[in-house]
Structures are given as structure tokens and as C-alpha cells.
């Protein structure tokens, strides 16, 4: 039981290149989340979904985008990559809403130049 | 609208004195309240949640937090500091009304010194 993993771990972009972030969990949960986390700040959130085909916006979904085609994977897309999405980035899951527990991943560690 | 004040960006104890964690939250409706931990360059975990039951929750590796709704307070404590509690800690909220969000305080930085 791997819990959820993300891959890669750190990334270099250049301004302008996209990329792909991947998010897979094992746990067969209906929630996933996507969150960026800035020095100094908490975790804001991106994207999230409550369910295979079903996503909605967060706090700071600019210059991202998400899909949710299977229970398990919610890769997270940016497109023209800046420097102010330079930034760690969570993946989450969880059982339900609002009062259940999310389970993180060990984070991605981006960096746009 | 639901937001989430940690007190203090840092909190300094010895080893073996006790822990206080601060944390004030807004919610126009009856909240949900977590506190997680991350250590240096890993994801977070539940150290403990509050969802209307009782208002004293006990969580993971001795700390616990009171839920005082008439103060909207949930801070965070531990009787005795180990070495291994230098972390980050975030208090969070979320609400039926949040559409599935939640929302983070902007942590609190403990150093235990020996």
C-alpha cells in the first residue's frame, strides 16, 4: 500500500515549457487535491476532484489544469510555465469531504528560471 | 468565509517542557479542525481532527487539542517537547459550506532545544 506518490520529485523548467505533474493514489478514494506551497505561507489549494471526470477550481487555479479520468491518477498540468510557479507541490487524497483526513504525498519540488 | 490564524510563526522550547501551538479560526457554519505536521522535506500528516464530537481531542505521539468554540480556538499541546517534534505544524479549517476546501494557516515552526 504505496499511499500516494508523486513524481518527479524536483523539476527545472524554463519560462515558457510546460510540464506534467503526476499524482496516483491506492487507496480507491473519491477526493484528490492538488496544492501549491509557497516559503513562509501554508498550502493553497489549485484544483481538486470528487470523483473520476469530476474537478472544480481552488484558491489559485491560474496557469494550471487538471483531469481526472480514473479514481486513482489526477495529473496536474502547467502550461507556459512562470517564475512565480516556482513552488512545492502536494498531492492529496481522501476518503470524503470536508471531515475526513487527507493523505499527502512527499511533494514535488519545482523550479521555474 | 472560513480562514485560519496561527498565532505564532515560531515557538522555541526546551526538551521536555510542554508545547503550546496557537491557532484561531473563522467558520460561519459548525467547522471541521486538523492539525498536521511536516518534518523537513516530507508531505504533511494528521497529527489530530476535531468534527463535533468531543470537544478534547487526543492525537498521534502525545499532543492534543480543545476545541473552544466560544474563543474560536484550537490550540495545540503537548505535555513533554521530544527532540523529534522540531516540525511545522498547520492548523486547518473546513466547513459543509467550504465546497470541499480547506483551508491552511500559515504554520508554525517548532524548534525543541536539548
Known amino acids: 500500500n504505496a499511499g500516494v506518490t508523486q513524481t518527479p520529485k524536483f523539476r527545472i523548467l524554463k519560462i515558457g515549457q510546460s510540464m506534467t505533474l503526476q499524482c496516483t493514489q491506492d487507496?480507491?478514494?473519491?477526493?484528490m487535491y492538488w496544492y501549491r506551497q509557497d516559503p513562509g505561507m501554508g498550502l493553497k489549494l489549485i484544483y481538486y476532484?470528487?470523483?473520476?471526470?469530476?474537478?472544480d477550481k481552488g484558491e489559485v487555479p491560474n496557469g494550471y489544469n487538471v483531469s481526472r479520468s480514473t479514481t486513482e491518477d489526477f495529473p496536474l498540468r502547467l502550461e507556459l510555465a512562470a517564475p512565480s510557479q516556482t513552488s512545492v507541490y502536494f498531492c492529496?487524497?481522501?476518503?470524503?469531504?470536508?471531515?475526513?483526513?487527507?493523505?499527502f504525498g512527499p511533494g514535488t519540488r519545482l523550479t521555474v528560471t | 468565509a472560513q480562514s485560519v490564524t496561527q498565532l505564532d510563526s515560531h515557538v522555541s522550547v526546551s526538551e521536555g517542557t510542554p508545547v503550546l501551538l496557537r491557532c484561531n479560526y473563522s467558520?460561519?457554519?459548525?467547522?471541521?479542525l486538523f492539525w498536521y505536521v511536516q518534518h523537513p522535506n516530507k508531505g504533511l500528516q494528521l497529527l489530530l481532527k476535531?468534527?463535533?464530537?468531543?470537544?478534547l481531542v487526543k492525537g498521534i505521539n502525545g499532543f492534543e487539542a480543545e476545541f473552544k468554540k466560544s474563543e474560536t480556538s484550537f490550540h495545540l499541546t503537548k505535555p513533554s517537547a521530544h527532540m523529534s517534534d522540531a516540525a511545522e505544524y498547520f492548523c486547518?479549517?473546513?466547513?459543509?459550506?467550504?465546497?470541499?476546501?480547506?483551508?491552511f494557516g500559515t504554520g508554525t515552526s517548532l524548534t525543541v532545544i536539548p
Open positions: 476535531y468534527t463535533s464530537a468531543a470537544t
Open positions: 487507496m480507491n478514494h473519491n477526493y
Open positions: 492529496a487524497s481522501s476518503y470524503g469531504g470536508p471531515s475526513y483526513e487527507q493523505y
Open positions: 486547518v479549517v473546513s466547513a459543509p459550506n467550504t465546497g470541499n476546501q480547506f483551508y
Open positions: 467558520s460561519s457554519y459548525s467547522p471541521s
Open positions: 476532484s470528487v470523483g473520476a471526470g469530476i474537478t
